[in-house]
């Protein structure tokens, strides 16, 4: 099949997938939002693991990588939303 197909559907697919998020979680606390877009993910990945190769796959991770991997997903967020990076007397509250 052709690449630019692929590419033209990623692009569409990245487009609309804000859309999609918008319309099904309005009103919905942004805390809440990531935890159930996250735990999507999880289970689409562990899925695709599962199909391609399974628990060798997992195996192949070393501790340090097991250690390093989770501290930095949840460093990223935390310091994005830090009062550091955003001081609440600049933050404007609804």
């Known amino acids: 099949m ?3 197909i692929f590419a ?10 804000p859309v ?8 919905v ?9 996250s735990s999507v993910i999880t289970c689409v990945m562990l899925f695709w693991v599962m199909l391609m190769g399974g628990p060798d ?3 192949e991770v070393t501790p340090r990588g097991w250690f390093s991997w989770p501290l930095m997903g949840y460093l990223q967020p935390s310091w994005a939303s830090s009062s550091i990076t955003m001081p609440s007397s600049r933050v ?3």
């Open 57 to 59: 796959m997992l195996s």
């Open 92 to 94: 404007k509250h609804q």
């Open 20 to 27: 999609f998020s918008k319309i099904g979680l309005e009103g």
């Open 29 to 37: 606390n942004p805390g809440v939002a990531l935890t159930i877009r």
């Open 8 to 17: 033209l559907l990623a692009a569409f697919l990245f487009g609309v997938a």
């Open 2 to 4: 052709n690449y630019y």
